[in-house]
């Protein structure tokens, strides 16, 4: 605990340093600082893709997405290490069927967050390049509209690892 409390202030510390020379050395480094300090503040977590089951095309991933800014983000792109393609997928019910479509753009509001899970939305992954194997992490990377993008690690997990009460059809 101590340690954690000596290791935040050293950082804060260096970052009122960096601060400090910027306003005597006359740059404009102020916004691409601003835009890191953004990005900061989109977080994924808990993300979980499944290992594809035997013959399958697609394989379904899971997680929630944190924005902590003051302006909503659109995210229009996801793409996993090693698979070649990745959607993001909804789920809607259509004359008493649920039914699952991509999602072009998805908003997730200022300080709210969205939640992937079953049942709604989920990301779809096709193509592995590379097999997914239970246990391992790739890297996920989520692209916004306003061109940022932020990298995460997403977990490979087995069907019945995580999703007991899942009852998830897949295409
Ligand atoms: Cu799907």
Redesign the pocket.
């Known amino acids: 605990m101590l340690r954690t409390v000596a290791l935040i202030s050293l950082v804060s510390f260096s970052g009122y340093g960096i601060a400090h020379n910027h306003q005597h050395d006359g740059h404009q480094h102020g916004a691409h600082q601003h835009a890191q300090h953004n990005s900061a503040s989109l977080q994924v977590s808990n993300a979980k893709i499944r290992a594809f089951l035997p013959a399958a095309k ?1 394989t ?1 991933g899971y997680m929630t997405i944190n924005n902590g800014t003051k302006e909503s983000v659109t995210i229009v792109k996801a793409k996993i290490e090693g698979l070649g393609r990745v ?1 993001i ?1 909804e789920h809607i019910h259509s004359n008493g069927m649920m039914k ?1 479509q991509p999602v072009k753009k998805l908003v997730v509001p200022a300080n709210g967050q969205v939640e992937f899970k079953p049942g709604g939305y ?1 990301l ?1 992954g096709f193509e592995p390049k590379v097999k997914l194997k239970v246990g391992e992490t790739r890297k996920l990377t989520l692209y916004f509209s306003n061109g940022e993008k932020v990298e995460n690690e997403i977990k490979v997990v087995s069907l019945k690892d995580a999703f007991s009460s899942e009852s998830h059809h ?1 295409h």
């Open positions: 697609s379904a959607e997928h699952m989920h779809m897949h």
